[in-house]
């Protein structure tokens, strides 16, 4: 069956940094973009970033842009987040997922067919 694993979470200090990986199984990685989103406690899930099916693209809400890299390993089935100036508005838990789109991605998180169980990251000012 299909696996979307994250790992990484944890606790760190503002200014920090942190990086978020999810491994995937059970589909075929290449043809899938991946995003990653994020959701806070009494808050929606939000979209953070999203990376093409080959890597070649990617989008990030402004509230991450220059902090915030995606990339991915189609040779190892793997999306990274890599954060940078973590902010204590960081805090949520991160989930990654995986979707087949007509272009390169998106940012509404309906679009996407699987989601890992998500990992928490607690930023402290």
């Known amino acids: 069956q299909v696996q979307l694993v994250e790992s990484g979470g944890g606790s760190v200090q503002a200014g920090g940094s942190l990086r978020l990986s999810c491994a995937a199984s059970?589909?075929?990685?290449?043809?899938?973009?991946m995003a990653w989103f994020r959701q806070a406690p009494g808050k929606e899930r939000e979209f953070v970033a999203a990376?093409?099916?080959?890597?070649?693209?990617?989008d990030y809400v402004d509230s991450v842009k220059g902090r915030f890299s995606i990339s991915r390993d189609n040779a190892k089935n793997t999306v990274i987040l890599q954060m940078s100036s973590l902010k204590p508005e960081d805090t949520a838990v991160y989930y990654c997922?995986?979707?087949?789109?007509?272009?390169?991605?998106?940012?509404?998180?309906?679009?996407?067919?699987?989601w890992g169980q998500g990992t928490q990251l607690t930023v402290s000012s």
């Open positions: 997922a995986a979707g087949r789109f007509s272009g390169d991605y998106s940012r509404l998180a309906h679009g996407y067919d699987y």
């Open positions: 059970g589909i075929t990685f290449s043809s899938y973009a």
């Open positions: 990376i093409s099916r080959n890597g070649g693209r990617t």
